[in-house]
Structures are given as C-alpha cells and as structure tokens.
C-alpha cells in the first residue's frame, strides 16, 4: 500500500503559468474602473467651480434630513430623559 507522500509525488500536476493564486481573474473582473469618463470629468469641475459661485451668493443648500438623528445640542442624559417623557407621553394617551 502506498502512503499518502508516495501518492502526492504521482498526482502532483504540472505548472499552470498566470493561475497563481489570490483570485486573479475574479478581481480584474469586480474591480472598478480607475478611470473616468471625459463627462464624468466635466461634471466634477462644474462641482467644484460652483462652491465658490454659491459662497459669494450665500446660497445654502437644503439641509438633509437624514441628518436630524445626530443632534449635538443634548447631553446624553438630556436625550435618555428626552426619550423616557416621549414613551410617557405615548403610554398615557
């Protein structure tokens, strides 16, 4: 019977050149492009040449309400006993 070395030599494959390792196809293929298309480009400097435009202006843009959940202006403690009324409130009507 032949031991678990002696049967490794006789399958060992030959060298497959370019399959070494680390996903290579599969990465060329879900990386993203580095580069940016000609009105991709365009688009980004007519960004940054209105900031200054909307600054001179003072135009503000909409605030965004997904940004209400980080209010600053309470403590912790403030926003426990902000949050323990509310379910008070809730509870008693």
């Known amino acids: ?8 030599e006789e399958v ?3 060298p497959v050149k370019g399959l070494g390792g680390g ?6 293929i879900t990386d993203k492009s580095q580069a940016k298309s000609l009105v991709k480009r365009i688009k ?7 900031v200054p435009v909307r ?5 503000k843009s909409p605030e965004d309400p997904q940004s209400k959940f980080a209010d600053s202006r ?6 426990v006993s902000s949050a323990i009324d509310d379910y008070k409130k809730k509870i008693g009507s």
């Open 1 to 8: 019977m032949k031991t678990f070395k002696q049967f490794q």
């Open 12 to 14: 060992k494959a030959p």
């Open 55 to 59: 600054f001179l202006l003072n135009i």
């Open 44 to 50: 980004d400097v007519g960004k940054l040449a209105t």
């Open 74 to 79: 309470m403590t912790p403690k403030e926003k």
């Open 23 to 28: 996903g290579g196809g599969t990465d060329s």
